[in-house]
Each structure stands twice: as structure tokens, then as C-alpha cells.
């Protein structure tokens, strides 16, 4: 697998929790970290996840906002 997002997180599916659109999947990085992602029952589907699997987390985006309490 090659993609042009540089951030790509593996670790392992501890969890998913299917729904009547999307599911819910839980991934546990190296370091204990949980990452959580909605994707849709049909790529739940075709990815044919599985709890135990090893997978990646991969974030694309154009901007991450840090915000801080007053």
C-alpha cells in the first residue's frame, strides 16, 4: 500500500461496533493509544475487518486546530 498521506498509524483492531449506517472502529497503536474511526458498513464490508487485525489509521487533512481552556 502506498499513499501520499504521511500520517499512517498501525496498530491493531480491538473493536468494532457496526450500526444501520456506519460502524465504529477502535484500533490500539503501539504505544496504547486508541484511535477511534466511523466508516461506512459498506467499507466495513469490503475491508472485511475483523477484531485482532492488524490495520492502519491514515489522516489526511488540510488543517488541525489546537485549542486550550480560558
Not at 497503536?29 to 472485511?48: H, N, P, R
Request: glycine share 10%.
Amino acid at each position: 500500500m502506498k499513499l501520499s498521506a504521511r500520517n499512517q498509524l498501525k496498530g491493531t483492531v480491538t473493536a468494532i461496533h457496526p450500526g444501520a449506517v456506519n460502524a465504529i472502529v477502535i484500533l490500539e497503536l503501539d504505544g496504547g493509544q486508541l484511535v477511534t474511526s466511523s466508516i461506512s458498513m459498506g467499507s466495513l464490508k469490503d475491508l472485511d475487518l475483523q477484531v485482532g487485525q492488524t490495520a492502519y489509521a491514515i489522516v489526511k487533512a488540510s488543517n488541525v486546530i489546537i485549542g486550550v481552556d480560558d
